[in-house]
């Protein structure tokens, strides 16, 4: 009966990292045969430790090694990512075991190190935390804090690192002291469960407050592009009316043989029917506030602004990294144009189902570019730095890049990322 319930928890052990890592990372495209043997291995060897009865302190550094070979042989991403996702089920284990000893041992008056009553007897209960910790652990690492500062993030690392190193001093101290204090150890553990839920939770809703903060600019600018709108049907309607009766008194002039006078007067009105309107409707409704925005910039400086759209696909790159990108460049090639007298900005845009492409050009003084980065006056840099700063950031949480060139008074700044990430 033992070697059952031994066979079946070393089994459920692996079923419940093999969920969790599926949570955390991106499962490799290994055949369904693949799989199951590497499945097979993991449950095989957890088999042969769970008998040898280790040490705390050993079993964890065995559980270590055998749920990095399972990241390493079954799943994607970057070995840190892996290592990080490891340790966070380390800690997950040692709490929920940590936990259900010292319950069983306040409450039921157990010894802290008998070992087999401990085993037996705690392992419903330390597989239920397991799974719970485990669950939240994959809710938090589907939510990406991309718009956090690197201190935060590094933070983020640290507070499970810390409390791995505060449970093996705890565990240390139950397993060795005379009279451990039970009750205040059970405190410590739950303090600390606390302590990083809060952490995460703490994150998640500072990053949710910087995204409020970006999303009222967009809305702000979201009216006034509504307002440019109804400003270019309005415009719009007026020339339809002007031109049917500019066409009308062509077509008198010609009737009357007045051919000459007629084409003079087609000149003349030529200018109205170029009038400027909206030069975005691609449907989005970012894209098309920040392009007639920044239209309306562009014009009132003099500056001639072409925008050209190929866009196949709906545009899955999130409103917020998706404004910084555009606000920021295009800011910088107007600001460039105001310092020379040929001013001209053209804008391409082309998405599909897997990429995005931005690019700008625009007329500029002389610039120096080395390793992709302008070299600028102090001033310059002050002004410039952070909007650079931005694009970068945003492109990097869409696993984009960007090229700067310059080439015969003419700035172009190209930049490429994924359309198709989650």
């Known amino acids: ?205 500072y990053e949710k407050g910087l995204r409020a903060q970006t999303l009222d600019v967009i809305l702000k600018a979201n009216e006034e592009n509504y307002k440019i709108i109804e400003e270019n049907e309005r415009e719009l309607r007026i020339i339809r009316h002007d031109i049917m009766k500019y066409m009308t008194e062509i077509s008198e002039m010609i009737n009357n043989g007045n051919g000459e006078a007629a084409g003079k007067y087609a000149e003349g009105i030529s200018d109205i029917v170029m009038k400027d309107t909206s030069v975005s409707r691609s449907g989005n409704l970012i894209l098309d506030t920040i392009l007639n925005i920044e239209s309306k910039k562009a014009t009132a400086l003099g500056i001639k602004y072409d925008v050209k759209l190929n866009i196949t696909e709906a545009i899955n790159v999130s409103s917020v990294d998706l404004s910084s990108i555009l606000y920021n460049a295009i800011d910088n090639a107007i600001e460039a144009c105001e310092k020379v007298k040929e001013k001209y900005i053209l804008i391409s845009i082309t998405a599909d189902d897997k990429t995005l492409k931005i690019s700008i050009e625009n007329t500029s003084q002389p610039v120096t570019i080395e390793n992709n980065k302008i070299k600028t006056t102090k001033a310059d840099h002050l002004r410039h730095g952070y909007g650079i700063a931005s694009i970068k950031k945003a492109l990097k949480n869409n696993d984009g890049f960007i090229t700067l060139n310059y080439e015969n008074g003419i700035f172009a700044c190209r930049m490429m990322m994924k359309n198709n990430i989650q």
């Open 1 to 205: 009966m033992k070697n059952i319930i031994e066979i079946a928890s070393c089994i459920l052990d692996i079923i419940i990292v093999f969920i969790y890592f599926n949570g955390v990372l991106e499962r490799k495209e290994n055949n369904g045969k693949k799989l199951l043997v590497f499945w097979c291995g993991a449950v095989v060897l957890n088999i042969i430790r769970s008998n040898f009865f280790l040490p705390f302190l050993a079993n964890i550094c065995v559980t270590i090694v055998l749920w990095s070979l399972i990241a390493l042989l079954c799943f994607d991403g970057t070995y840190l990512r892996k290592l990080f996702f490891v340790i966070i089920n380390i800690i997950a284990i040692m709490i929920s075991e940590i936990l259900t000893a010292l319950f069983l041992s306040l409450f039921f008056k157990l010894e802290y190190d008998d070992g087999f009553t401990m085993r037996y007897l705690g392992m419903a209960l330390s597989t239920l935390l397991l799974f719970i910790f485990n669950t939240y652990a994959v809710y938090i690492a589907k939510k990406r804090y991309r718009n956090l500062p690197i201190k935060y993030n590094i933070l983020i690392i640290l507070c499970p690192l810390f409390s791995l190193y505060l449970l093996l001093l705890l565990d240390s101290y139950i397993a060795q002291a005379r009279n451990p204090l039970y009750l205040m150890s059970f405190i410590a553990v739950i303090g600390l469960v606390y302590i990083n839920i809060m952490v995460f939770d703490f994150f998640d809703y």
